[in-house]
């Protein structure tokens, strides 16, 4: 059966079309950087946000029905959710799909029963991706949902409930495995606080430890060898995340000695509610070594929470890619659309011409970001602006051979040099032309 008969293969027509059905910029066979622009971009489908969003918000009920979930049967649901996922893919020319267990099959009446839908499910996805070629980005499990997580999962109060949590972990990694999953991602739902009064915070961050360590044991037992991932992000639901941004989760990390067994899997939008850019997240795995993959969308700056906006600010997503080819790209990891279509956009049609607009505004970031590292823009202004610690006094800090008397010794001799100016409004000017220019 098919689910979009209206709608075509989306197809690459150039910048001058004005088929809202085609792409404009991402052109999956076009060379970038040595490789193809599938090939660089990676460029993953949601299965929550896609196919299981149906328009609710805190303040209104669903607006979205789709003709996939018209049965009454939840597992016959979960079946066609599954063939129109990947007619979805593959009309819209999605390589890959990430998912959590629960958005694949719902919950039974027990640990037993579920684990058992899930196998049956992923028996039909795997059917789907032997015919149509598409692969899994990544596996995770939702350790947040159900009511037995009020108070976390790797860090509850509730022994037994941690229990549960590794439980649905080691099976949606089995299940990730199955499918050729190539990374695994951690998302503190709701592994935080709402205060301080009822939370033994040191209890719970070592249990969240011995879970991760558990984890990787696990994976080493089984052969699964996809890359782990953690999810950064401040708050939502709980006040306070323990995973509230990059340098935190780099520094949980080093404390439990895991830093090499995890990358992070950095979200725009989860950048932008703990007051950081996107760049910035990005920029700091870098700079460690610790990108592995990136959730593509964006928030509403006039909104507190997280929107989970489609991409389509170009801005964010030339810098997005800067940072991500300056750090040798994606490798295992690709740009999932943690999206979902605006509670008014709810025509199937719409699916398309979301993904359509976040492909290309990636595909379009891609090319600028590309032409700024071949020009060598940034880089060369960097590398004048820091040339003082090239020679001199400079070059022995940085090299390691100044100590507190060297430096005392220079600075009474020489004083300081004039500054110069980080000409921050003429980089940003010339950021807007290359985005203007740039084909």
């Not at 940085?398 to 060297?406: H, L, P, Y």
């Not at 980080?422 to 000017?429: H, V």
């Amino acid at each position: 059966m098919a689910y979009f008969e209206k709608i075509q293969k989306i197809e690459y027509e150039g910048a001058a079309s004005k088929n809202p059905l085609a792409f404009k910029y991402y052109n999956p066979a076009e060379m970038v950087m040595g490789k193809t622009m599938r090939e660089q971009l990676r460029f993953a489908m949601s299965y929550w946000h896609t196919f299981t969003y149906m328009g609710n918000d805190p303040f209104g009920s669903a607006t979205m029905f789709r003709t996939w979930d018209n049965h009454e049967c939840s597992m016959e649901i979960a079946k066609e959710r599954v063939h129109a996922a990947f007619e979805f893919m593959e009309k819209a020319q999605i390589p890959y799909f990430c998912f959590h267990d629960r958005d694949i099959a719902p919950e039974g009446k027990d640990l037993a029963e579920t684990n058992a839908r899930l196998d049956e499910i992923v028996a039909v996805i795997k059917e789907e991706m032997k015919r149509t070629g598409i692969k899994c980005l990544w596996g995770t499990t939702n350790a947040f949902g159900n009511p037995r997580f009020v108070h976390g999962a790797g860090t509850s109060c509730n022994a037994t409930v941690f229990a549960y949590a590794a439980a649905q972990i080691k099976k949606a990694i089995e299940i990730t495995k199955e499918l050729g999953g190539e990374n695994y991602v951690f998302w503190g739902g709701r592994e935080g606080y709402e205060t301080l009064l009822n939370t033994n915070t040191e209890l719970e961050l070592d249990n969240m430890a011995k879970l991760l360590k558990m984890a990787c044991n696990y994976a080493e037992e089984i052969g699964f060898t996809g890359q782990f991932l953690i999810e950064p992000k401040p708050k939502e639901p709980t006040k306070h995340q323990y995973d509230t941004d990059a340098a935190t989760v780099m520094a949980f990390l080093r404390k439990y000695d895991l830093l090499d067994k995890f990358k992070l899997n950095i979200e725009a939008n989860h950048a932008t509610l703990a007051m950081h850019t996107f760049q910035h997240e990005l920029n700091m795995c870098r700079i460690n070594g610790v990108l592995g993959s990136v959730d593509a969308n964006m928030g509403d700056p006039m909104l507190g929470w997280d929107t989970d906006q489609f991409p389509t600010n170009i801005y964010d997503t030339t810098l997005a890619m800067y940072e991500i080819l300056l750090a040798g790209g994606l490798t295992k990891g690709g740009l999932n659309f943690d999206s979902k279509v605006r509670r008014a956009s709810f025509e199937e049609e719409d699916l398309f011409l979301a993904y359509i607009a976040g492909m290309d505004a990636f595909a379009k970031g891609l090319k600028v970001a590309a032409k700024l590292l071949e020009d060598r823009v940034f880089e060369d202004f960097k590398d004048k602006r820091y040339a003082s610690y090239k020679e001199g006094i400079g070059r022995d800090i940085s090299e390691g051979r100044a100590d507190f008397k060297t430096l005392e010794a220079y600075a009474l001799a020489n004083g300081v040099t004039l500054n110069t100016s980080g000409r921050q409004e003429m980089l940003e000017a010339i950021l807007n032309q290359y985005i203007l220019e740039t084909k």
